[in-house]
T-cell receptor, first 115, second 111 residues
Framework: DTAVSQTPKYLVTQMGNDKSIKCEQN?????MYWYKQDSKKFLKIMFSYNNKELIINETVPNRFSPKSPDKAHLNLHINSLELGDSAVYFC??????????????FGNGTRLTVT | GQNIDQPTEMTATEGAIVQINCTYQTSGFNGLFWYQQHAGEAPTFLSYNVLDGLEEKGRFSSFLSRSKGYSYLLLKELQMKDSASYLC????????????WGAGTKLIIKP
C-alpha cells in the first residue's frame, strides 16, 4: 500500500556512467516532482510534471532528463554522472498544482553515491 | 529574492516544550507547510497554515502571522522520537504554486 515508491533505494556508481531512478505513485495525484537533497539537507526542486506535462524545470544540467510515461510515473535518467551528483533524490507527488493546501507526499529517497 | 530562515539546530529536553521559528520573504503567499524529516527518511507532512492564528494537532501546533512573515511550530511533551529535522516551506504566488523550502531545523531531544 506504498503511496510513493522509488527505486533503487541506494545507487553506487562510477563517474561517467548513466543511471535511472524510477518513481511511481498510487495516490491518483496529478503532479509529480523530483527533488535533490544535498549534504546540508536543503531540498532543491529539479522538475515537476502535471499530468505528464513538464511545468517546472529548474536550472539543472541537461544530463538530467525526466520522463513521465503517465501521470502515475516520473522517472529520472542521469547521463555522464559526476561526483557532484552525489545526493539523496526524492520523488514526490501532490493532488494538483492548483490546490494550494495540497501537501507533498515523498518517496523514501534514492541515495546516489558517485565515486 | 525569496528567502526562508530557520535556526540550524535546537536542543530540548524530553517532556519539555520547544518552539521552532520560521521567517519568510516571498513574492506571493499561498500557505505555509511544516514537514518532519527523520534522519535517512523522507519528509512527512505535519501542518498547513494559510490564515493567521494557531492550528493545533495533538502535541504539535503551528502558528502563522502573514503580516510579519513569521510562523512557528510548537512541540509539546517532547518525546525522544521527536528528534528530527523540521522543514518550513512556503507556497509562493507563481502560477505553479511552487514551494520554497527552508534549510530545516535539526531538533535534538535529550533525556
Amino acid at each position: 500500500d506504498t503511496a510513493v515508491s522509488q527505486t533503487p533505494k541506494y545507487l553506487v556508481t562510477q563517474m561517467g556512467n548513466d543511471k535511472s531512478i524510477k518513481c511511481e505513485q498510487n495516490l491518483g495525484h496529478d503532479t509529480m516532482y523530483w527533488y535533490k537533497q544535498d549534504s546540508k539537507k536543503f531540498l532543491k526542486i529539479m522538475f515537476s510534471y502535471n499530468n505528464k506535462e513538464l511545468i517546472i524545470n529548474e536550472t539543472v544540467p541537461n544530463r538530467f532528463s525526466p520522463k513521465s510515461p503517465d501521470k502515475a510515473h516520473l522517472n529520472l535518467h542521469i547521463n555522464s554522472l559526476e561526483l557532484g551528483d552525489s545526493a539523496v533524490y526524492f520523488c514526490a507527488s501532490s493532488q494538483d498544482r492548483g490546490v494550494a493546501n495540497s501537501p507533498l507526499h515523498f518517496g523514501n529517497g534514492t541515495r546516489l553515491t558517485v565515486t | 529574492g525569496q528567502n526562508i530562515d530557520q535556526p540550524t539546530e535546537m536542543t530540548a529536553t524530553e517532556g519539555a516544550i520547544v518552539q521552532i521559528n520560521c521567517t519568510y520573504q516571498t513574492s506571493g503567499f499561498n500557505g505555509l507547510f511544516w514537514y518532519q524529516q527523520h534522519a535517512g527518511e523522507a519528509p512527512t507532512f505535519l501542518s498547513y497554515n494559510v490564515l493567521d492564528g494557531l492550528e493545533e494537532k495533538g502535541r504539535f501546533s503551528s502558528f502563522l502571522s502573514r503580516s510579519k512573515g513569521y510562523s512557528y511550530l510548537l512541540l509539546k511533551e517532547l518525546q525522544m522520537k521527536d528528534s528530527a529535522s523540521y522543514l518550513c516551506a512556503v507556497r509562493g504566488g507563481d502560477s505553479n504554486y511552487q514551494l520554497i523550502w527552508g534549510a530545516g531545523t535539526k531538533l535534538i531531544i535529550k533525556p
